[in-house]
C-alpha cells in the first residue's frame, strides 16, 4: 500500500480536527459568511470547510507523500489559490483581481510542472486533436478557470459543491484503479476524497456536527483546481487512465450549469462576473423544492452522468459519439431550463395564489 491509504487516513484525519482550531478562527479572521440579499441561510457561517480539506490534505501529502512529478509545484499553486481564496472569503477582492490570479497560478501549475492538456482525444471522429506547445497551455490554463469557476458557482445550497465534487473525484478513482500505474494521482484523488468527508457532514448537519460550516470560495477554487490538475495527469501522458472526454462527464453538471448561465448571461448582455440568483440550484428552489430536495434530485443525475461516462469508457464507445451526446445534452438542458421550468415556476405559483386567495377572503370577512 505504501503511502496510498496512509496519506488518505491522515488527510481525513487532520481534516476532521482541523475543523475544531478552525470555527474560533473564524470569528477573529472575518471568514463568516453574513446573510444578504442574495443570501438565505440563518446566522453567520463559519467559511472554514474547503480550509480544512485543504489542511488535511496539504499536512499529510508533505508528511508522506513525494513532491516529484509535479506535485511539489501542484501544492505551492494550491496554496497560493487557498490563500488568495481565504483573504477573498473575509475581505472581498475585485473579481478581475481574482480572474487575474487564477490565470496566474493556472500558468505557474502549467510551466512549473511541464504538465498540460495536448491533445483532446478523436473528439471530432476525424483523429485525434493535438493541442500543441502553445494551445496546450492556453486550453490548460482556460479549464483552470473554468473547473475552478464551476465549483464556486455550484457551491450554492447545503452539501451541492462537496457532493459534485464526490461524485467526479470517486469517477475518477474509479477509472485510476481499473488503470496501470497512476499511484500518485490515486492517493491524490483518495486523499482528496477522505479529507472532504467531515467538512460534507458537517455542511450537511449530520451528528455529531451541529453547527455548520461552508465550504468558502477558497474551497471551491482548490477543488476546481485539484480536479483539473488530476484529469490532464491522467489522460495526457503515455498510456493514459482514460480519454480526455471522459472528463466531461465527470463533471458534468457544475460544466454544463456554468456554460449555461455564461451564455443566458451574454444574450441578455450581463456582465460574466456578476453574481445572481440564476444558476441550476436557484431554479430548483424557485420551482419549490427544498434544499434538501433538489441537492438529492442534482446529485442523482450528476452519479448517472459519471456513470454514463465511465460504461462510455470502460465499453469503448468512439469518442465522438460521447461528445455528440454531452453536446445534445447539454442543448437539451438549455431548452428545458427556457421552456419546461419557466411552465413549472409559472405553474407553482398559480397554485401558491390559489392556496392563499380562500385564507385571505377569510381574513377580509
Ligand atoms: C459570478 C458568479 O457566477 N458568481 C456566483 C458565485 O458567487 P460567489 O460570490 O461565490 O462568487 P463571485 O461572484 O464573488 O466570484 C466569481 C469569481 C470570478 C473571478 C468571476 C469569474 C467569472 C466567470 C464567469 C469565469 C469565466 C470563465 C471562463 C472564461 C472560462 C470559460 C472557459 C470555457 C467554458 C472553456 C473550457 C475549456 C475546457 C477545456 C473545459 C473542460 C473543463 C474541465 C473542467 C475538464 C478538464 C479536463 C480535461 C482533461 C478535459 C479536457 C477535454 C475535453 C474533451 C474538453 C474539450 C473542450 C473543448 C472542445 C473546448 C470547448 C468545450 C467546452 C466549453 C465544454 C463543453 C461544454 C458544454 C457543451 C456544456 O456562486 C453563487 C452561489 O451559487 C452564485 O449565486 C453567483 O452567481
Ligand atoms: O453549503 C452552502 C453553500 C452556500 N450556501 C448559500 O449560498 C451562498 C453562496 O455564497 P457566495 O458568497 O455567493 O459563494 C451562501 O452565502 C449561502 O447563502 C448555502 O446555503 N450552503
Ligand atoms: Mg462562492
Request: with cysteine.
Amino acid at each position: 500500500m505504501e503511502y496510498f491509504g496512509s496519506t488518505g487516513l491522515l488527510a481525513g484525519l487532520i481534516a476532521f480536527l482541523s475543523l475544531f482550531p478552525l470555527r474560533p478562527f473564524s470569528r477573529f479572521s472575518g471568514l463568516l459568511d453574513e446573510p444578504d440579499h442574495r443570501k438565505t441561510h440563518n446566522g453567520a457561517v463559519p467559511l472554514i470547510g474547503g480550509l480544512s480539506v485543504f489542511i488535511g490534505l496539504f499536512v499529510a501529502w508533505l508528511l508522506l507523500a513525494p513532491l516529484g512529478s509535479g506535485y511539489g509545484v501542484f501544492l505551492l499553486c494550491s496554496l497560493l489559490l487557498v490563500v488568495m481564496g481565504a483573504v477573498d472569503d473575509a475581505r472581498h477582492l475585485p473579481a478581475m483581481f481574482r480572474l487575474g490570479a487564477q490565470v496566474a497560478l493556472g500558468a505557474l501549475l502549467v510551466f512549473g510542472s511541464g504538465v498540460w492538456l495536448d491533445q483532446f482525444g478523436n473528439l471530432l471522429g476525424f483523429g485525434v486533436i493535438e493541442l500543441g506547445w502553445l494551445l496546450g497551455p492556453v486550453v490548460t490554463i482556460c479549464a483552470v478557470i473554468a473547473a475552478t469557476n464551476m465549483f464556486n458557482m455550484i457551491d450554492g445550497i447545503d452539501g451541492l459543491a462537496g457532493s459534485m465534487s464526490l461524485v467526479a473525484l470517486l469517477g475518477l478513482l474509479a477509472l485510476l484503479v481499473s488503470a496501470e500505474g497512476f499511484r500518485l494521482e490515486i492517493t491524490l484523488a483518495l486523499a482528496l476524497v477522505l479529507a472532504m468527508v467531515p467538512y460534507w457532514l458537517a455542511n450537511l448537519r449530520v451528528p455529531p456536527f451541529r453547527s455548520r460550516v461552508f465550504m468558502g470560495d477558497a474551497g471551491s477554487l482548490f477543488i476546481g483546481f485539484s480536479l483539473v490538475w488530476l484529469l490532464t495527469k491522467s489522460t495526457q501522458l503515455d498510456g493514459a487512465a482514460f480519454r480526455p472526454v471522459t472528463a466531461l462527464w465527470l463533471v458534468a453538471v457544475p460544466l454544463m450549469d456554468m456554460v449555461a448561465i455564461m451564455l443566458r448571461r451574454a444574450r441578455k448582455g450581463q456582465s460574466m462576473m456578476r453574481p445572481d440568483r440564476e444558476h441550476l440550484h436557484h431554479i430548483f428552489l424557485r420551482a419549490g423544492f427544498t434544499d434538501r430536495q433538489a441537492l438529492v434530485v442534482i446529485v442523482v443525475v450528476a452519479i448517472v452522468m459519471a456513470m454514463i461516462g465511465l460504461a462510455g469508457e470502460w465499453l469503448a464507445v468512439p469518442a465522438w459519439i460521447m461528445c455528440g451526446a454531452f453536446v445534445l445534452l447539454f442543448c437539451g438542458y438549455m431548452w428545458a431550463l427556457a421552456h419546461v421550468w419557466r411552465l413549472l415556476v409559472v405553474f407553482r405559483s398559480h397554485r401558491r395564489h390559489r392556496e392563499e386567495a380562500p385564507a385571505e377572503a377569510v381574513q377580509k370577512r
